[in-house]
């Protein structure tokens, strides 16, 4: 169970694209999702908490309007990085935690990441 | 600010032997504690949670905690290659649900 599935896994653009991100959560709902994004050899850095019919929770640091966020349903959100550019090049990866009502010691599960590059 | 403390490693065992990670955290209110590894390239997978004093075991994997000391440790036994791989402590931030991380320890295991 707790299978969270991340499309696409590769997008390669140029520069000035809008790309899209989805994150679905198949066997279970969630309430909340996360978004993070990781560099090479660096941590992973969270960039935003997304919270079902609600606005995300953006960290410090991270333009809300480059990084669209949208939790419509209980198991889908999606990130759309606006008007992307080389600096945005990285691997971004969703995770949800199933809702705290399901039981207090909730993990996150990870999609399996996207890989994006642009040119 | 709460934070969450490992070894970066390279940390490196022979096949077969005991791979030790440790990792200490800041809050004394964190309730729940995880361990992902994470393959080169790859996305971290949930590999044990712990939430009470003492051990937990799965498999060849156990997981300690000690809130008083505040420190959470992995034993893997029986290092296989197939372990190598960056291993990151999370703990729950109980404000809003968050994950700390913390930087990840490598794991060599030499065949």
């Known amino acids: 169970g707790a299978v969270v599935s991340q499309h696409p896994s590769r997008v390669i653009c140029k520069s000035g694209t809008s790309v899209k991100i989805e994150c679905r959560s198949l066997?279970?709902?969630?309430?909340?999702m996360f978004w993070y994004r990781q560099f090479p050899k660096q941590s992973l850095m969270l960039m935003a908490t997304?919270?079902?019919?609600?606005?995300?929770?953006?960290e410090q640091g991270v333009e809300k309007d480059k990084f669209l966020i949208n939790h419509a349903s209980l198991t889908l959100s999606t990130l759309t990085v606006t008007s992307a550019h080389p600096e945005d090049s990285s691997f971004y990866i969703c995770s949800a935690r199933p809702p705290p009502w399901e039981g207090v010691h909730q993990p996150q599960h990870f999609g399996d990441g996207t890989r994006l590059s642009i040119l | 600010q709460k934070e969450v403390e490992q070894n970066s490693g390279p940390l490196s065992v022979p096949e077969g032997a005991i791979a030790s990670l440790n990792c200490t955290y800041s809050d004394r209110g964190s309730q729940s504690f995880f361990w992902y590894r994470q393959y080169s390239g790859k996305s971290p997978e949930l590999i044990m949670s712990i939430y009470s004093n003492g051990d937990k075991e799965d498999g060849r994997f156990t997981a300690q905690l000690n809130k008083a000391s505040q420190y959470v440790s992995l034993l893997i036994r029986d290092s296989q290659p197939s372990d190598s791989a960056t291993y990151l402590c999370?703990?729950?931030?109980?404000?809003?649900?968050?994950?700390?991380f913390g930087q990840g320890t490598e794991l060599s295991v030499k065949p």
């Open positions: 066997d279970f709902q969630a309430t909340t």
């Open positions: 997304s919270n079902e019919g609600s606005k995300a929770t953006y």
């Open positions: 999370a703990v729950n931030d109980n404000q809003g649900g968050k994950l700390i």
